[in-house]
Nanobody, 124 residues
Framework: QVQLVESGGGLVQAGGSLRLSCAAS????????MGWFRQAPGKEREFVAA????????YYADSVKGRFTISRDNAKNTVYLQMSSLKPEDTAVYYC?????????????????WGQGTQVTVSS
């Protein structure tokens, strides 16, 4: 069992930056791929970024490529999402998720464990 707790969300002006953190419990964190998803009101949950177990490979949605950076610290059981040049359309609840079974990195069904989410609001 893995428990995930996100933090770092908040209100920021367009063009600003935020760093989200996701702290994981359990001794097997370093063996899991991790992902970030987001969900805006009335919309489906969408893929934002993912990182493999070692941190050597990262994957991004086209909408955030070049603006967001995913990273992880396996010694701290934590995955991060550094968000820069934020836009109002980035406003959503952001969720981190753990992929323990090798499922798709890009789809929510590929992930086994989810955090409770953290709100990010970007004002124009």
């Amino acid at each position: 069992q893995v428990q995930l707790v996100e933090s770092g969300g908040g209100l920021v002006q367009a063009g600003g930056s935020l760093r989200l953190s996701c702290a994981a419990s359990g001794r097997t964190f370093s063996s899991y791929a991790m992902g970030w998803f987001r969900q805006a009101p009335g919309k489906e949950r969408e893929f934002v970024a993912a990182i493999n177990w070692s941190g050597g490979r990262t994957y991004y949605a086209d909408s955030v490529k070049g603006r967001f950076t995913i990273s992880r610290d396996n010694a701290k059981n934590t995955v991060y999402l550094q968000m820069s040049s934020l836009k109002p359309e980035d406003t959503a609840v952001y969720y981190c998720a753990a992929n323990s079974k090798g499922g798709s990195y890009y789809r929510p069904v590929g992930y086994d464990y989810w955090g409770q989410g953290t709100q990010v609001t970007v004002s124009s």
